[in-house]
């Protein structure tokens, strides 16, 4: 039987450096107001300092390429959100309001990626399903959350914890989406926010009264 083993790629060193060029440079593109559709691949890779067909190389095209950029937002948001416990010791709203400042603050710095994968997603069905596909994931989990605390009696029996998951999270998103490109980096602006969004998750949804 032939193997299937994969063969390593050669330089995967130099391959990840090229990859971080083109993405730093199609990220500080993005931040001098450009708009992602109007963004051509042969502008990225001199931006980079690489070939076009370097382009191609790495990304199968441009939809390839920005889904790389939101994820690393994404992870970098979700990672923080799932370090919020409802059920740990302390102030458990307080905990959520920082996580929500976290967030803000990682929304702002990829505010142009964000707002690429807006533009893009209202034509190319790849890049929604993607966008879209990772909202999914974080329902879930907050699915979990409040059946783990329904539970533990500690949220309301009669909450439906997949409607309420679903409008905290696609709704949250929305609206920080909106936040990040309608406001300034204002740090009172930005803490109201915080706080306003973690106090109707935590009592629009995890206690919600009887």
Not at 67 to 83: C, P, Q, V
Not at 97 to 120: C, G, H, K, M, S
Not at 133 to 152: H, K, W
Request: aromatic share 8%; net charge neutral.
């Amino acid at each position: 039987m032939p193997s299937i083993t994969r063969r390593r790629p050669r330089n995967p060193d130099g391959r990840a450096a090229v990859e971080a060029r083109v993405l730093a440079a199609t990220e500080r593109l993005l931040q001098e107001g450009i708009r992602f559709t109007d963004l051509g691949v042969q502008r990225i890779a001199a931006e980079a300092g690489v070939a076009r067909s370097t382009f191609y190389t790495h990304f199968r095209d441009k939809s390839e390429l920005l889904m790389r950029l939101a994820g690393t937002m994404r992870e970098s948001s979700f990672d923080r959100t799932g370090d919020w416990d409802p059920g740990a010791p302390g102030d458990p709203l307080t905990s959520l309001t920082e996580v929500f400042a976290d967030v803000i603050r990682i929304y702002r710095t990829y505010a142009p990626v964000l707002a690429a994968i807006t533009e893009v997603a209202a034509y190319d069905e790849v890049v929604r399903e993607y966008w879209a596909a990772g909202l999914e994931q974080f329902v879930a989990r907050t699915v979990d959350l409040l059946r783990v605390e329904q539970r533990a009696g500690r949220t309301p029996a009669n909450l439906d914890v997949t409607t309420a998951s679903r409008l905290i999270v696609l709704g949250g998103d929305r609206f920080l989406a909106d936040h990040v490109s309608t406001t300034s980096a204002d740090p009172d602006t930005d803490a109201a926010a915080a706080r306003e969004l973690a106090a109707m998750w935590w009592y629009g949804a995890y206690r919600r009264p009887s």
